[in-house]
């Protein structure tokens, strides 16, 4: 009887055993497409997820950025940030314009550039980045000039166009080609060109053309680089990205099924309180909905982080959309957004599966968090 008893014990055992598994593989089944068209990858994902269930989270780590105390410590905007191979953190600050750089603890090193119109000082920084050469280069959009320095804070040179004034977020590659965001007005024109060194040619990789009043907020070029040197690029009126390789050559092309979210009057109130003087509110016209999604960033394994205007209000975060290396809709998790009026999208970084998140402290004052990254499942296959 007891023989009996344990090998119905082991069956209904492994029955539940394989229950369990045929629902975590009903869960993890991935509902989208991949096709080859012309030689372009077209990945076509729905609106739900490989894991509708959250399996990733964000432990805090470290705090850069005080409200009182040493004056190095103290950071009066986070224009933009980079990070290092080493995990020190490079932080442009303004009034007056510097590079402040901290260690993987957080302790101070030591600033780097100053405001001025000499060689190597700083006009009208826009962004930074850590390149591939282990430089820091700084586009300054105001001098019309990229800015190159070592880690340790030298003035190594500077490159010199007329494409580069009034340029947005300046990206190098590993090849050395530099991509930038270009507006033009009167007729508002976004386009996204890639300087070809020695930077006396240039491609015009996607352009967006709108009457100067577009209704707010306007869709935007959005784009990134990706591990393996490949660029990502969407207009945020669609909810589709365009992979190119450092050729230029489209490979790849991801889209996701979606529902657009109607402007909020949070978003206008708060639009509204960021509105110069002098402006006429009635001379605003807001977009009925938002755009399909409002910027994006990848990680270190190439998995991209779409921010969509979904807000959760119990936590006020806002609904990011995470496709794996290969372009399938694999979660969505949850993230604050310190300045969600901001067309700029330099707010997060992840490197070394560490997140680098620009926020506001509870007093209201500027500060960079960084979170360890901590993904629940095995596999993505």
């Not at 975060?317 to 957004?337: Q, V």
Request: aromatic share 12%; proline share 6%.
């Amino acid at each position: 009887m007891n023989n009996k008893t344990n090998v119905v014990s082991i069956i209904m055992s492994i029955s539940i055993f394989m229950m369990l598994v045929s629902c975590q593989q009903q869960k993890a089944e991935w509902k989208g497409t991949i096709e080859e068209v012309d030689g372009v990858t077209i990945v076509k994902n729905p609106k739900e997820p490989i894991y509708p269930d959250k399996i990733v989270t964000f432990e805090e780590e470290l705090t850069i950025g005080k409200s009182e105390g040493p004056e190095e410590y103290l950071i009066n905007s986070i224009w933009s940030f980079t990070i290092d191979d080493e995990g020190n953190t490079y932080i442009l600050d303004s009034r007056p314009y510097r590079i402040k750089v901290f260690d993987e603890d957080g302790k101070y090193l030591r600033s780097i550039g100053r405001s001025g119109q000499g060689p190597g000082e700083l006009q009208g920084p826009r962004n930074i980045q850590f390149t591939v050469q282990k430089e820091i280069m700084v586009n300054d959009s105001r001098k019309g000039a990229l800015l190159f320095f070592s880690v340790d804070g030298r003035f190594l040179r500077e490159i010199r166009s007329p494409t580069l004034r009034l340029s947005n977020n300046a990206i190098a590659d590993a090849t050395g080609n530099i991509y930038i965001g270009k507006y033009s007005f009167g007729e508002w024109e976004d386009k996204l060109i890639k300087l070809l060194p020695p930077y006396e040619n240039l491609e015009v990789l996607a352009a967006k053309t709108a009457p100067l009043r577009e209704p707010i907020p306007p869709p935007q070029i959005r784009y990134s680089l990706l591990p393996g040197n490949n660029l990502v690029w969407g207009i945020s009126s669609e909810y589709e990205f365009n992979i190119v390789d450092s050729e230029g050559r489209l490979i790849k092309k991801i889209e996701k099924e979606h529902s657009l979210v109607r402007v909020t009057d949070e978003y206008k109130s708060k639009y509204f309180e960021r509105l110069p003087p002098g402006i006429p509110k009635e001379t605003q016209k807001f977009s009925t909905n938002f755009p399909a999604f409002d910027f994006f960033f990848s990680d270190d394994e190439g998995r991209l982080f779409v921010k969509t205007y979904e807000k959760l209000e119990a936590t006020n975060k806002y609904i990011f959309d995470i496709f794996d290396s290969e372009g399938r809709f694999l979660t969505r998790t949850e993230l604050k957004i310190s300045d969600e009026i901001s067309l700029n999208q330099d707010k997060f970084i992840i490197k070394n599966n560490k997140l680098y998140s620009k926020e506001l402290t509870e007093d209201g004052f500027p500060a960079l968090r960084r979170y360890r990254i901590i993904w629940n499942f095995e596999s993505e296959d």
